[in-house]
């Protein structure tokens, strides 16, 4: 039987990426996927709001590396918290050889096109939204919390581990190309947990799909 997928937020921001050929393989996995479309696809409002603040942080920093094109002695810090610096010396790296005009046409090109299949995306291949922000447990995201470190990553799953509890769900996939948080053995780990710390609430966990570990 064809199971429905929970997709997580990085499947659907890959995917808005996919320029072709050249596009790295995890981001061609993620387009493939939705793509070749097998089972519904699940949107919980936690992605919702994680698509929307990853949206605004690439702008931030496409900005910020413009600036510093300009201006070899801006500092990304003055506009850029200290978890995105790593992104942006990477991109100001890859960049700052080449025409600023040209990078800048581009990486908004980029934006455009990333956000315009979003929208897409979200108008066109969602069959199901479910557990919006205000519904989320926020007692199940502080467990899961214990092991996944990233509060974002704990609020999708939480979501997800709400829906697959209700009475009568058929198992559904939990679909990410997450390696550091959602590993098959870090997911196995978390199960095990709440197996041993939280048997009594009896939380049901989707099946993980993770592009990141398929062929």
């Known amino acids: 039987m064809t199971k429905d997928n929970f997709l997580d937020t990085n499947i659907i921001f890959s995917y808005s990426n996919y320029l072709g050929d050249d596009s790295k393989e995890i ?61 942006a010396k990477k991109l100001y790296e890859a960049l700052k050889n080449q025409d600023i005009k040209k990078v800048s046409e581009e990486l908004a090109r ?17 069959d199901e939204r479910v557990i919006p922000i205000e519904q989320i447990n926020n007692e199940l995201v502080n467990k899961i919390h214990d092991i996944i470190q990233n509060h974002a990553d704990c609020k999708i799953l939480a979501s997800a581990l709400q829906l697959q509890t209700q009475e ?14 959602l590993d098959p053995n870090g997911y196995d780990y978390l199960k095990e947990h709440f197996k041993t710390n939280y048997d009594k609430e009896s939380y049901k966990f989707p099946e993980l799909l993770n592009l990141m570990f398929t062929n």
Do not use: W
């Not at 009568?168 to 997450?178: A, K, M, P, W």
């Open 27 to 87: 981001i061609t996995k993620c387009y493939l996927f939705i793509k070749n479309k097998n089972g519904n696809f699940i949107l919980c409002g936690a992605v919702l709001e994680e698509l929307s603040n990853i949206v605004i942080k690439r702008s931030n920093i496409h900005k910020a590396v413009i600036k510093k094109l300009k201006d070899e002695k801006f500092s990304f810090e003055s506009l850029l918290p200290n978890r995105d610096l790593p992104f």
């Open 110 to 126: 980029e934006r455009d096109l990333s956000e315009m299949h979003i929208q897409k995306f979200l108008k066109m291949q969602i």
């Open 168 to 181: 009568g769900r058929e198992t559904f996939f939990f679909v990410t190309s997450d390696g550091k948080d």
